[in-house]
Nanobody, 115 residues
Framework: QVQLVESGGGLVQAGGSLRLSCAAS????????MGWYRQAPGKQRELVAT???????NYADSVKDRFTISRDNAKNTVYLQMNSLKPEDTAVYYC?????????WGRGTQVTVSS
């Protein structure tokens, strides 16, 4: 079992920044890839960014050059630094990982960007 708890969401004006955190606990020693996804109202959940235990990263085209995913393995925490936020970034942001055949999700944190 893995537990993921997100924090750091909120309301920000367009052009502003937020930093999301995801703290992992439980059976975390074998975790490799961790990621952030988001789901806007009426839309499907989509990938935002992923990072491996070795630090390799992958981003959705819509957030490249604005968002940065990072990881502190000692703290079992993954971060998502979001800069130059746009109203279309408004969504619930979820932390995600996979361990064997099991996929784990956090409860999500709301990010709202006002124009």
């Amino acid at each position: 079992q893995v537990q993921l708890v997100e924090s750091g969401g909120g309301l920000v004006q367009a052009g502003g920044s937020l930093r999301l955190s995801c703290a992992a606990s439980g059976n975390i020693f074998s975790i490799n890839v961790m990621g952030w996804y988001r789901q806007a109202p009426g839309k499907q959940r989509e990938l935002v960014a992923t990072i491996t235990s070795g630090g390799s990263t992958n981003y959705a085209d819509s957030v490249k050059d604005r968002f940065t995913i990072s990881r502190d393995n000692a703290k079992n925490t993954v971060y998502l630094q979001m800069n130059s936020l746009k109203p279309e970034d408004t969504a619930v942001y979820y932390c995600n990982t996979k361990l064997g055949p099991y996929v784990y999700w956090g409860r999500g944190t709301q990010v709202t960007v006002s124009s």
